[in-house]
Nanobody, 126 residues
């Protein structure tokens, strides 16, 4: 059984940093695409950043220059370094994975992912 588990969430003041980690276990294959999504209270889940196995990355405009996504293909592990955090970054952050190929423009759409973690809370206070 494939399991996706996030860690690293927490509370931080605006301007601070957090690093999220995600481990995919139980899969004999590397994920083609992995991504981070977030959901704020009362809002829909949105794509934050995604990375493909060849290293291609895609970011939501609001996090460009502040967040960095990376992955360890050998370990099927995903990371999200979040710097210069803002209160609007608050939400539950989910890790997601996809075995099959997806076009670049679709990497931030949650409907293109079929493996999900339970989420980790990130709270940024002003």
């Amino acid at each position: 059984q494939v399991k996706v588990e996030e860690s690293g969430g927490g509370s931080v003041l605006a301007g601070g940093s957090l690093r999220l980690s995600c481990e995919v276990s139980g899969s004999p294959y590397n994920m083609f695409c992995m991504g981070w999504f977030r959901q704020a209270p009362g809002k829909e889940r949105e794509g934050v950043a995604a990375i493909v196995s060849d290293g291609y990355t895609r970011y939501q405009d609001s996090v460009k220059g502040r967040f960095t996504i990376s992955r360890d293909n050998a370990e099927n592990t995903l990371y999200l370094q979040m710097d210069s955090l803002k209160p609007e970054d608050t939400g539950i952050y989910y890790c997601a994975g996809r075995l099959g190929r997806v076009f670049a423009g679709g990497t931030l759409f949650s409907s293109n992912y079929n493996l999900w973690g339970q989420g980790t809370q990130v709270t940024v206070s002003s």
